[in-house]
């Protein structure tokens, strides 16, 4: 499902540039867990915004679910995100106009789903993640931790979390 072929990213730098992943070749199947560790640094979140379609590489392929995606156009890898990439990211990319409710149901509007199955679907999600009774709330007065669990409204193929939240170890 997932595949890296050889893929290398460089950053500018100054005068020089920074090389962040250098020949980097992976398999991981569908269904499969993979866990990407090391130090600060060494490139995590490099590969992850890679896969993930925020990025791009300076060379090689990233391919996932049988389509190039380092070679799409910007619509493109758009469209493959929206469908096929769920991200939980560190910092909460929440609008903090929108309750949590219109928060999880945006991406669905998005996708083209009715008003009516975004929120059916978002009500549901919440529910699932134990959030049902903050559906109305601002994203400023809802707890870190909150957030978090309310940021993948769609069923994606490929989940990226960059590191998991304090509170979910203890």
Same mark, same amino acid.
């Given at each position: ?117 975004? #929120?059916?679907? &978002?009500?549901?999600?919440?529910? +699932? @993640?134990?959030?049902?009774? !903050?559906?109305? %709330?601002?994203?400023? $007065? ?5 957030? #978090?669990?309310? &940021?993948?409204?769609?069923?994606? +193929? @490929?989940?990226?979390?960059? !590191?998991?939240? %304090?509170?979910?170890? $203890?």
């Amino acid at each position: 499902m997932i595949r890296l072929i050889d893929v290398h990213k460089s950053y500018r730098q100054g005068a020089g540039d920074l090389t962040a992943l250098a020949g980097v070749s992976l398999e991981i199947a569908r269904g499969e867990f993979a866990v990407v560790m090391g130090p600060s640094g060494s490139g995590k979140s490099t590969l992850l915004h890679l896969i993930g379609g925020l990025d791009r590489p300076s060379a090689g392929d990233v391919v996932v679910d049988g389509r190039v995606i380092s070679q799409m156009d910007d619509d493109g890898v758009t469209l493959f995100r929206r469908a096929k990439v769920g991200f939980i990211f560190q910092f909460f990319n929440l609008l903090p106009t929108l309750t949590a409710i219109e928060n999880v149901g945006l991406p669905l509007l998005l996708d083209g789903r009715t008003e009516k199955e975004a #929120r059916s679907r &978002s009500e549901a999600l919440l529910e +699932r @993640v134990g959030l049902a009774a !903050r559906r109305g %709330r601002w994203r400023s $007065r809802a707890r870190s931790s909150s957030t #978090r669990r309310s &940021s993948s409204p769609t069923s994606p +193929r @490929v989940t990226s979390i960059p !590191r998991p939240a %304090r509170r979910s170890w $203890r």
